[in-house]
């Protein structure tokens, strides 16, 4: 049903993608249905090493694609505000993990606004600490404490409702420097080439299992 329905697409194709590894096999089957032990020995083999080589990599990209977006109001772009981010993390001299956290807080910004903390938090939390991942989740309601007059609904103090908290301090922190903080035009930041080895490291940690909330 579903090749008689793409063959009706004006301009339809099928395509069968390339192997990242020219000796790597193609598994035999297709519909996770029909596949066998033979095709999950497969993929798990090769699924580790493609990984490992380019997941960062994946990131990567997805972040250098927010380099020439323009904004709606604010005077550097997303790409510039997280560099700024990172840079002042580092400068700082902040762990090799906050940094990249920094780098990448807002990756989600443009493609998930509403939910781009989560968004974060579910890119790297399996390669970052409990502290870091309970903050990226939440680190738009304490962006929200820096807001004086916003004209919609908005609650200054909702962060109020973690005060106590182990990592509460580390939330108000990041907001307070690294991210409302870190939106100036005149700040110099680091190229990103600083930064492409860290990241790289993060993601070659060991995910640890999380669970799905």
Same mark, same amino acid.
């Given at each position: 049903?579903?090749?008689?329905?793409?063959?009706?697409?004006?301009?339809?194709?099928?395509?069968?993608?390339?192997?990242?590894?020219?000796?790597?096999?193609?598994?035999?089957?297709?519909?996770? #249905?029909?596949?066998?032990?033979?095709?999950? +020995? !497969?993929?798990?083999?090769?699924? @580790?090493?493609?990984?490992?080589?380019?997941? %960062?990599?994946?990131?990567?990209?997805?972040?250098?694609?927010?380099?020439?977006?323009?904004?709606?109001?604010?005077?550097?772009?997303?790409?510039?505000?997280?560099?700024?981010?990172?840079?002042?993390?580092?400068?700082?001299?902040?762990?090799?993990? #906050?940094?990249?956290?920094?780098?990448?807080? +807002? !990756?989600?910004?443009?493609?998930? @606004?509403?939910?781009?903390?989560?968004?974060? %938090?579910?890119?790297?939390?399996?390669?970052?600490?409990?502290?870091?991942?309970?903050?990226?989740?939440?680190?738009?309601?304490?962006?929200?404490?820096?807001?004086?007059?916003?004209?919609?609904?908005?609650?200054?103090?909702?962060?109020?409702?973690?005060?106590?908290?182990?990592?509460?301090?580390?939330?108000?922190?990041?907001?307070?420097?690294?991210?409302?903080?870190?939106?100036?035009?005149?700040?110099?930041?680091?190229?990103?080439?600083?930064?492409?080895?860290?990241?790289?490291?993060?993601?070659?940690?060991?995910?640890?299992?999380?669970?799905?909330?």
């Amino acid at each position: 049903m579903a090749d008689e329905v793409i063959n009706k697409i004006p301009g339809a194709t099928a395509t069968k993608s390339a192997l990242y590894r020219p000796e790597w096999s193609f598994v035999p089957h297709v519909g996770m #249905d029909d596949m066998r032990r033979e095709d999950w +020995d !497969i993929l798990e083999a090769q699924r @580790p090493v493609y990984l490992a080589e380019n997941q %960062a990599d994946a990131v990567l990209r997805l972040f250098r694609t927010m380099e020439q977006e323009t904004t709606y109001g604010y005077q550097v772009n997303n790409y510039q505000h997280s560099l700024q981010s990172a840079t002042r993390a580092y400068l700082d001299g902040r762990e090799e993990e #906050d940094i990249v956290v920094c780098l990448l807080h +807002d !990756i989600g910004f443009t493609v998930c @606004p509403s939910r781009h903390g989560a968004f974060a %938090a579910e890119l790297m939390g399996a390669y970052v600490s409990d502290r870091n991942r309970w903050m990226l989740q939440r680190h738009q309601v304490f962006g929200d404490h820096h807001v004086k007059e916003y004209p919609k609904l908005l609650d200054p103090e909702a962060r109020q409702k973690w005060r106590g908290h182990e990592f509460f301090d580390w939330g108000a922190e990041f907001a307070e420097k690294y991210d409302q903080g870190a939106v100036d035009p005149k700040f110099e930041t680091a190229p990103v080439e600083l930064f492409v080895p860290m990241v790289r490291r993060i993601f070659q940690r060991s995910p640890r299992p999380l669970p799905i909330e």
